[in-house]
């Protein structure tokens, strides 16, 4: 190998400094043509390797990335695609007045309110209930109503008062005769009694949102530090939204008895009507089961009894192990969505009546997961021991308990006292919510796909990623026009596809596949055959370099 | 001599007395010490749920885990089985509840499945698989489509379906997997009273699973009796053969001791009978034991959802010669059946029970019956490309043939050559004569494999004549895996799953009132396939890196160096760095070996 280099010194400084006293002899020097050929077969060579090689390797190896909207995505998130607004429209009804005099009780209220208002989100919209009520306004771009309220005069009252509905939208508000304001009155008393009526109904609602909105940290100043910390608790304790609960009910107790309940007509009559009214938002499966035998956890401090209360007690801070997981058989149910589970304890007679300490309370809330209700049942008198069978009625303290835990579970708010109305709200809440959180999922998708530029995104993701922001956006501009259960189920499905694009498998096979395996797969082949290519590449390299510079100093 | 096996009637029989019984759920254990210093513990609880409360979720005896699992998948009708270890039919006779009642070695899953075409139902299936996969803590996840079979006439529903229902009965098993107490824990947790009462307070997972031979059942089942509503009906079933010995062993110190010299018992008239040497003498008397010894502990009371006022409703029974001497826990009722051989005890509520059996002289024995048929199935040949297949059927009866359904399912890398498939004969004179296969097979149900998607599915009806054992033999080529195919474990061999044989209704089994169907499986198969050298795929990387790059570098250098002569290169290379160490090394070598030439 010792010609290795030779071909380029040229013959004539070899011979000046060949000074050793053994005479080499020189070899000819090379034809053009040769250096040509060389120069040309070595180009070959790197041409097969740039055009043909590199572009194969390039292809086989690289990995599909659909184009995703980046930057709309990180706008949603940064919520600057969309503001979010709750303009709610109110009926007004009244039967006693003329036509202008409601007009104008319409204004004024409607001033009042816009004056008291302080979240701009979330406004009242005041319209007069129009008398043609027969022919109904079928076209979708119609807001829902949120509320209606009825003027009603009468005759034995000096101020106005109000009366809610429990079971409708409505609040009914009585006044009297005198009291219809004059049409020159600028702040009418009736007006300002209306507005704060119903800035009084949605001050938590409007709280609610605001707290939502401003990513669970501070929400409207004036709310007082008492209510944000119920709203945010509240918020800490309601399950995830999902289209279906399972709710779970299982009766446990440590001994044999009782080992039947009247379940399914305690279901019937306690739930059944809550669940109903429920259905525009979320469906519900029930299963129940009972469970005998369960034993608590070996770890968990055991009740303690009390001779003054005449009672076992449990601690407050043991209750978070109450529930012995390891044994007790809750595995969420099958299918979709998330299980809430309530368990109805009964405890053995030696351990009976069983209360918590503090609060002398016999039930409480475990949150995101469910409720518990310790049910001591009379003793017969004879045996000390537990009824075998539980009845309807014995079951209606546990299932009027199960209920409240069942709404506060699901995120209901504690006022008003409408059930409709809070059920609104909810799906105010819940849009809100859930506008918010598929608008974060499509930030962190952006972020991921941006920060691990390894991974592949399938053309699904993609797709799922437009049918997010296709169905955020129809959220955005459903809430705008007061439609809120049509921004609510454009949000469902937003979150679901957000969610399903977030969570593709298929995108992260191959980040664990190391550089260092493909340089190990690689080298044995690339190391031999790179080196005299590029070896040979250099030195041609240096070669035209060389002549280059002697043709300069030549000319 | 009759046919039908006795034990296994009583056990059937007992049991069916209670199924009319008012309450829910029952619960069972039946112990029968079998020859050589063995027990058949066999345990069984049963309960039912009306089909309306079940479609509506309420559970109470049923599990709510496994109802939902069931109503998930559309399942009408499940079977799930878990054994381990081999039943020695030649010592120990029929199998316990005539086989229907245990599975082949390893998990076997069959189910029938509501749907409106097949590949809902595998698809149903599969949601089936994995969702029992999670509940029993079974890798019931790996049955795919290669391990899944549709038998054609080896199963039929055991409960009563409506007749319009789409059902598929789809079919699996893992003859690989190890049954061990993850498994009993889940299994005890289906039951109402959880092992903390009743007869499943005896269950240890140390106990169970050193059994000689364990088999855990669950079966669920609609049952619509001519009057009344349909009810779902679930049994669970735990069968075990204990040896005594060995499970006496106290859990602390379980190694065994030799027996103290003093306490031998020798054979004296022996010649060589000296202080150190002793020929022992077998022991004429049956070796006591108690449950409490056994199980390691006593029976705890009596499940309280049993209806404990029912006079049929006894707990425990056992079945050994009247004659013998059983004392059992104070408050228990004995109730000696007319057979002779079988009394039951009504047990005290919520007291621990204990039955003692003391050392005492056999002086009668417990008659054994004789299996109907006895089935073997090996694996022949040598090499790794071709194999075989025999499988000997042996009807012990002196008068009346068998008929029966053997299913097999072969996993897709084995190819069976059903051309090949050959009979022989062997009478009792032991002369064998080669038969053809039509005379044995009467009907034939054969679906081949399809690479990586199916295994091969079997199903023979045959009957083979009286006092004769018939052979069946077929060879089979072993296909070769990709190398991402084989298991870590590649050169164990892989699992063949047991086959099952349904003994159809005889005459004999036809005029009893029990047709219950008699089930034998024979063992688990272990298939050696060809495997490769796991480092190959870098060796041939390496290799062929080789070899391109030495054909690359030679013609590459040829192309682009230039030829010289040898004088000739040395004049190129003199005044490079290399040829200046070289000479420069040339130089001292010279000097240094003397050669008179000239230096400067």
Redesign the interface.
Known sequence: M??????Q?SPQ??AT??D??NV????PP?TPE?IQT?FR??AA?WAVIIFLGFPIWWKTTSIYRAHLPIQEMVDWADSKACRPVFPLEIHLATPGLQSTEAQHLLRTTQHTLDDLNEFAAHHLRLKLADDHTGEEDVTEDKADTALTVRLLPQEDIAVPRSEIHTDTAQLDVFYPPSQVPAPSSSNPPLSAFIAEELQRLYSEEKATIAHILSGNTAGLDSTSPQVAESISRRLRRSMKYAETYHL?FSLFTPG??P??WD??AAVHEYLSPLLEAFAPISNF??????Q??A?FSPTAPLPEYDETEAAWNLKKEDLSAFINAA?W?L?P???NGPTINFILYVPSPSQSPLIVKENRASSWIIPQWGGVFLLNPDLSPKSKSNPAHLSQESLRPAFMTFSHQLLTLLGTPSTPASLPLRLHTLIRMRAAALLLSASSTMGSLARLTESLPSIPIPATVAASVSTTLSHLAATCSNLRDGRFSAALASARIAEAEAERSFFEKSMVGQVYFPDEHKVA?YL??L???GV??VV?LVKELKRIVASRKARRQAA | MTFFSRFSLTLLALWSALAAASSDYHERLFLHPLPQSSLLASFNFRSNTSQQ?FD??????F???LG??L??AHTKELHLRFTTGRWDAESWGPRPWNGSKEGGTGVELWAWIDASGDEEAFAKWITLTQ?LSGLFCASLNFIDSTRTTRPVVSFEPAGDHPPTDGLHLLHGTLPGEVVCTENLTPFL?LL???G??GVSTLFDGHKLFDAAWQSMSVDVRPLCPPEGECVVQIEQTVDMVLDIERSKRPRDNPIPRPVPNDQLVCDTSKPYNSDDTCYPLETTTEKGWSLSEVFGRKLNGV???TDSKDPNESTVCLRVPHDRGVFTSEGTLETKQADGFTRCFTLKASEPFDLVIPEQPVTSEVPLEEPILNAERTIVGHGAERGGMRIIFGNPSDTSDVDFIFFETLPWFLRPYIHTLRATITGRDGVRREIPVSEIVKETFYRPAIDRERGTQLELVMSVPAASIVTLTYDFEKAILRYTEYPPDANRGFNVAPAVIRILDSPHTRDTAQNAPVFIRSTSLLLPLPTPDFSMPYNV??L???V???G??TI??I????V??A??????????L??RI?GRLVAIRDKLGGKGT?V?
């Not at chain 1, 010792?2 to 071909?7: C, E, R, S």
């Not at chain 2, 004049?571 to 490079?576: E, H, R």
């Open positions: 010792t010609d290795k280099h030779g071909d010194a400084t070899l400094h060949a050793t006293s080499k002899k020189v070899p090379e040769a060389r077969v070595i060579f779970s044999a008895e080992s039947s379940i399914e499966t029930v299963d129940t089961q009972v005998l035998y034993t044994e058989p595995n149910s099958i299918g797969v044995p082949l190391g031999p055959i005299p290519l040979g | 409360s509506n979720q309420h559970f109470r005896y599990p709510r885990a939902q699992i109503q998930h969702s947790k109402p009273c959880k903390k009462a499940c309280p959802l990387i390496i062929t890196s080789t391109i790059a030495l690359f570098g590459f250098n192309l682009v160096r230039r010289v002569s004088d000739e290169a040395a004049a190129l290379g003199a005044q490079t290399k040829a070289l000239k400067e």
